[in-house]
């Protein structure tokens, strides 16, 4: 069919304007919009592969479009989406001003629903042809690459902050002794020192703490100079100090327990009660940091149907069982073996120094840390309660757990049906549908979250307090590009329906690429997507043209798109929620590049 008047400006203005049409061209190509429908074929796959391939590199700027100009933030399309102009009236507006609302409300409207139309047609909100800004070279060599963003990320760079301050503090006990003989060594002082540092590793993990650091960040100004708000904003990667500090309270305890062997030997301390609470106590310490281990934690195990055959998406978590498991049990049995040593010990100098048991108690750092410790082991349980959950099946791999209880904006929560063995954190979002409550998508990607979309419950348990998330840092920015893969779109509703967040923050766009979006998540979550910004790209991953599906992977599309939607729209930063392999490789290429991106790193 060839093109009608209308459809040739509709082109016209959507070359001018890289591809986005104005508000006027919006209004004529509602009238026409199935000639209009972008393709997404296995040849604009080519083309764009192609095209990314040039060694040419430019300086690319960003586009000034007509649309960009008279775009509205979240909070004023909200505004516009739900307003009353019979009200608006009553209220005192003049007529002019409902019509002017009215009418925006109508382009907005029309506008989703072009998208919808889109992406049912041809699988995406905008083709992939209109990505046309090549993705510059990396800023630094492949090595100096690794070690920045790899080997020597902000989480190591805190965890070895950490270890080296500590191996300070041991060359200088070692100096101290170096005249000295073997015998001077203080027992009591490498006791405080381990557990010191043990305290340390249980504090950063409290959920009170962590969030405290969120909001600390949260009030720097945007006038700040980019650098610090972009130091600032990897405040989510403090576990480099629990880990850093659990393991040089590890060493800490290693150094006393060959202490306490050589007393032993040398008959310096006769308790054998002591010496094998130490032993033990160390092999549980060693035992807790193995399962513990990245490697060991991230073992895996496939399913696999009667036939033999492996299950795509579906797999056991033997290792992070293992690790969840060693460091709950595991670590209240060395917390309770310690109490037993130190009281053991504190008996023992009572002896030497001719002086009570208490007074000797109080006068033991040990003790004091033990129950700071004690206490923060406790309290999360102190919280332990059970909550109603609606349930919602968005698709055969996720649900969406809907509960009346309001949390505290930009927060996750975790929840269990067995709480001594796991708990499962997932973001929170306000509901769609506007009512008081909090909701959150659970997808099947592991066992438990498997059994739970297969056959979920009506009752969960909680405990502790809700723990705010990464994608809450993008309030330490202006204007952020936020990319999602599936149920990722969970955490970032969070930051799309916070309204008083995102007065704050402008959401610039959103780039989600999800396995059939609208059956799989509803038509009014996807509503939402689009209501939060006007540059949202979705992208149907099991959409098929010709009976070709379309693979969208991260390094050949995410990353350009990525990086064409943070240059466009002006964005500070980058922030990407998906599976661990797509974060990881898509932060680390768009940071290379010089692109401020974050995202979660999976240490917990």
């Known amino acids: 069919m060839s093109p009608t008047p209308v459809t040739s400006q509709i082109h016209s203005n ?7 049409a104005d508000i006027n061209t919006a209004q004529d190509a509602n009238a026409s919009e199935t000639e209009h429908i972008p393709s997404f074929t296995a040849g604009d796959i080519i083309a764009y592969n192609e095209r990314h391939a040039s060694t040419e ?18 909070s004023t399309v909200s505004k516009h989406t739900y307003s009353d102009p019979e009200k608006d009236l009553e209220s005192g507006l003049d007529e002019v001003d409902v019509a002017a609302w009215a ?9 989703r629903e072009q998208n919808i139309s889109s992406l049912r047609n041809s699988g995406t909100t905008r083709p992939l042809d209109t990505f046309n800004i090549p993705l510059p070279d990396e800023k ?17 760079r805190l965890f070895s902050v950490v270890f080296v ?33 043990f305290a340390v590793a249980i504090l950063i993990r409290q959920d009170y703490i962590s969030n405290s650091f969120y909001h600390i960040c949260w009030r720097i100004p945007h006038s700040t100079h980019p650098r610090i708000r972009q130091v600032f904003a990897k405040v989510y990667e403090q576990g480099g100090v629990h880990s850093g500090t659990a393991m040089a309270g590890t060493i800490w305890f290693l150094i006393l327990t060959a202490v306490i062997i050589k007393f032993y030997v040398d008959q310096i301390l006769t308790s054998i009660p002591i010496l094998t609470l130490t032993c033990i106590l160390m092999a549980i310490l060693v035992l807790i940091i193995v399962f513990a281990w990245p490697i060991s934690r991230a073992s895996t195990v496939a399913k696999v149907d009667k036939k033999g055959a492996t299950i795509k998406g579906q797999s056991s978590s033997p290792g992070h069982n293992r690790f969840e498991i060693s460091h709950r049990f595991g670590g209240w049995l060395a917390i309770a073996l310690f109490w037993v040593e130190a009281l053991l010990l504190v008996d023992q100098f009572r002896k030497k120094n001719h002086t009570s048991f208490g007074y000797e108690l109080v006068r033991l750092p040990t003790f004091w840390f033990l129950a700071v410790i004690t206490f923060h082991l406790v309290l999360p349980w102190l919280l332990l309660r059970k909550w109603t959950f609606e349930v919602k099946k968005c698709s055969n791999h996720a649900i969406q757990l809907s509960t009346n209880h309001k949390l505290e904006p930009l927060s996750g929560l975790a929840i269990s049906d067995s709480p001594l063995l796991e708990w499962h954190p997932f973001a929170t979002f306000p509901k769609v549908d506007g009512t008081p409550g909090t909701s959150m998508i659970v997808s099947a990607a592991g066992d438990w979250t498997t059994r739970t979309v ?33 149920s990722g779109i ?5 930051l799309m329906l916070e309204t008083h967040h995102i007065k704050k923050t402008q959401i610039a766009a959103i780039l989600w690429q999800a396995h059939d979006p609208l059956s799989s998540y509803g038509d009014e979550l996807v509503d939402r997507v689009f209501d939060s910004t006007q540059n949202a790209v979705v992208v149907d991953s099991k959409f098929m043209k010709n009976e070709k599906k379309i693979r969208i992977t991260a390094k050949e599309h995410l990353i350009p798109m990525s990086y064409n939607l943070f240059v466009e729209s002006g964005a500070e930063a980058v922030f990407v929620i998906s599976n661990k392999v797509f974060t ?18 999976w240490d917990s």
């Open 57 to 74: 590199r430019h300086d690319p700027k960003p586009p000034r479009s007509k649309t960009s100009q008279l775009s509205m933030d979240a």
């Open 140 to 156: 630094q060599s492949e090595f100096t690459g690794l070690m920045r963003f790899t080997w020597f990320s902000t989480y190591r």
């Open 165 to 197: 301050a500590n191996l300070i503090a041991v060359i200088i006990l070692l100096a101290k002794l170096w005249p000295k003989t073997f015998r001077d060594v203080n027992i009591s002082t490498l006791a405080t020192a381990a557990s010191a540092n």
């Open 14 to 20: 959507q070359e001018s304007q890289t591809h986005h």
């Open 454 to 486: 297969t056959n979920p419950k009506a009752k969960y348990w909680v405990k502790g307090y809700p723990k705010t998330g990464v994608l809450s840092m993008a309030l330490v920015f202006k204007k952020v590009v936020v990319v999602t893969t599936g």
């Open 584 to 601: 990881k490789e898509i932060v680390n290429s768009l940071e290379k590049r010089g692109v401020p991106a974050y995202g979660p790193i």
């Open 490 to 494: 969970g955490p970032c509703l969070s």
């Open 103 to 111: 009418n925006n409300n109508a382009v907005e409207t029309r506008t």
